[in-house]
């Protein structure tokens, strides 16, 4: 990502974003609430535009990509997950109503379920009746079936209890070994972060800070990232 910038209505959401993520990284965007955080990893697979400077997937800037294939392999998983009047089994399967050769089987879903850690017989239920928890775990196994290179979360643990939370970011981490995925997550949950994070940065008022190794979470430089875990505290 490089001299990236975007504004809306006139104003500037995000300005001047350089960021270089490798492979096998899990990274984390860390900042307030309203600073461009969910606006930066949409601009990452296509679902918002940019305005200046460039975003490269592959060494290819993803303005030359074909956008279905880039969010196939660059998958979102939301905060507030979209998840259908339907069964788990046909919000796992939903693709198939617009991508007519996506294809998985029985074992293939018996196999992301157990990933996600969530158990076969939920896949007869009404998707609608899981937990908070379920439901991003079925968000996530969802995802995981395109077989994402790259993995982009938006407060995943946002709306779940810290034990809770916990137990996603293990699941999600510990795939990230097994699938040898990246993972691209933003948050403000400083303390939880840093528990799975390999390197970060710091987003505030749509600027990068600072950003380096994962200890920069808890002991940054800045002023302004000092100033954002003072007023978390």
Known sequence: MTNVAKSIGGKQILCNIN???????FFCIAGPSGSGKTSLLRLLNGLESFDIGDIYYKGQ???NSDIQKLREEVGMVFQNPAIFAETVKENLIIRKQWDKLFFVDENDLFEILEMVELPQHLLALDARSLSG???????LARTLLNKPSVLLLDEPTANLDPRLGDQILNTINQLRHQMNVTIIMVS???????????????L??????ETGPISILTNPVTEAANLFLKEED
């Open 19 to 25: 960021l270089e993520i490798f492979p096998g990284e």
């Open 61 to 63: 800037s993803i303005q």
């Open 133 to 139: 928890g379920e439901k991003q775990r079925l968000a």
């Open 188 to 202: 403000h949950h400083i303390h939880q972060a840093s528990k799975y994070a390999t390197k970060a940065a710091f």
């Open 204 to 209: 505030i008022e749509g600027t990068i800070t």
